[in-house]
């Protein structure tokens, strides 16, 4: 007879979300666990807006959720949580690390770091910059967070196109469908390592 292992539902790690806006990355992790492809468990998300419509998306997938502008009391929440890994997704202010946090935070970022990147490039903006430099390609880029805007070792970067009649919305499509490979993609690395690599 064939037993099954009880500690395999807990052994991916557990994730929390931190977000400002609509929350389609964190239903983007949350369907892929549903489907049983995302090498982790998302166990909480945190805000620093309470109209995010990221929280409500939370609370239909009956996940305990924080607002909060404090980045003490954010730390509370996911460890209260048991978090071990921590995803930006869509975080709009920049986030202090504490040491036993470091390698233990990612955030993922609409273009092809270090190009684009920094304060005020966020979303649409960047993809302005991008139209606007004339480049012949975007993409996105998850990396490990440091106490600055961008800067943190790359994991994953995934490259589209930028085409010619491309305007702010097209793109942002195109690199948002890569988005949705490449922040499982990290999630998966992150978890045969645990971060050992970043601390």
């Given amino acids: 007879m064939e037993v099954s292992d009880p500690t395999a539902a807990t ?35 945190a805000s620093n807006r309470a109209d995010a419509f990221g929280l409500e998306r939370a609370r239909r997938a009956s996940l305990p959720t924080l607002v909060s502008r404090d980045d003490a009391e954010i730390y509370a929440f996911l460890e209260s949580h048991g978090a071990e890994l921590l995803c930006l997704c869509g975080y709009l202010r920049l986030l202090s690390i504490p040491p036993h946090w470091r390698g233990r935070v990612l955030n993922i970022h609409p273009a092809l770091l270090p ?64 988005e949705c490979e490449a922040y499982p993609e990290a999630i998966a690395r992150w978890s045969r390592t645990r971060g050992a690599d970043q601390r």
């Fill in 11 to 45: 052994s991916k790690p557990r994730i929390g979300v931190l977000l400002s806006g609509g929350g389609r990355t964190l239903q983007n992790l949350l369907d892929r666990a549903a489907l049983g492809t995302l090498a982790g468990v998302v166990v909480c998300v």
């Fill in 115 to 178: 190009r684009h990147g920094g304060k005020g490039y966020y979303g649409d903006r960047v993809h302005a910059a991008v139209l606007a430099a004339r480049d012949t390609e975007s993409g996105c880029t998850v990396h490990y967070c440091d106490d600055r805007y961008d800067t943190g070792a790359i994991v994953v970067q995934k490259r589209v196109p930028v085409l010619p009649g491309d305007d702010v919305h097209m793109l942002a499509a195109r690199v948002f469908e890569a």
